[in-house]
């Protein structure tokens, strides 16, 4: 199957700094990406599709300036976490669909980020 | 609409088998299954899409009632392997990146 990287796999830092994880495509162009945040014994719940070329959706709820995402080319998407706290530790996941109908409609996950801040 | 699974959790012996259900109060194209092991990403299991498919792998199948707006996964022959959570994942849209909304997950433990 397609494969989808993401990087870091883990992260800690201090309230108040800003985190970037970021999400590739590495045998396929993706378009479209999508950011997932998972807190424990919790379903994925979807933030915001990252757009290439464009601006990110964001689900409702989901702050905008607070998650900055850039789709800037078809294989590379980042998502930014701004002024981090403590309840935004969490476990981002990011995933992508391969648009060459190799793989028809499945949907590839990177490995995930875990996010500790402190 | 996040769509709902039941059970939400289920214990089985190795050998045993298990269904578990997915719906959906909206019109869907496509149901997706993925299995997560603690700590880990989503890995992806099948895809159904719409009209009324069955697919299946090993001991592994599920099934797609378009009208009902439901899906099943069934395991057979539980084997230790089988332990995680499911989770299925629906699609309104007819695109290759699909904007799936996960349900809540069933989590499945099999024992010796």
């Known amino acids: 199957g397609a494969v989808v990287s993401q990087h870091p796999s883990w992260v800690i830092c201090k309230s108040g700094t800003s985190v970037k994880i970021e999400c590739r495509s590495l045998?396929?162009?993706?378009?479209?990406m999508f950011w997932y945040r998972q807190f424990p014994k919790q379903s994925l719940m979807l933030m915001a599709t990252?757009?290439?070329?464009?601006?990110?959706?964001?689900e409702q709820g989901v702050e905008k300036d607070k998650f900055l995402i850039n789709h800037a080319s078809l294989t590379l998407s980042t998502l930014t976490v701004t002024s981090a706290h403590p309840e935004d530790s969490s476990f981002y996941i990011c995933s992508a669909g391969d648009p060459s109908g190799r793989h028809t409609g499945e949907l590839f996950f990177g490995e995930g980020s875990r996010l500790t801040v402190l | 609409q996040q769509p709902v699974q039941s059970p939400q959790a289920v214990i089985l012996r190795e050998g045993e088998d298990a269904v578990i259900n997915c719906s959906s109060s909206k019109a869907l194209y496509s149901v997706h299954w993925y299995r997560q092991k603690h700590g880990e990403a989503p890995v992806f299991l099948m895809i159904l899409l719409k009209g009324g498919e069955q697919k299946g792998h090993e001991k592994i199948s599920a099934s797609f009632n378009e009208k009902k707006q439901q899906s099943s996964l069934y395991l057979t022959a539980s084997q230790l392997s089988y332990s995680g959570t499911y989770f299925c994942g629906t699609a309104l849209r007819v695109t290759s990146g699909s904007r799936l909304t996960f349900g809540e997950g069933t989590q499945l433990t099999v024992n010796p």
């Open positions: 990252s757009n290439e070329g464009s601006k990110a959706t964001y």
């Open positions: 045998d396929f162009q993706a378009t479209t």
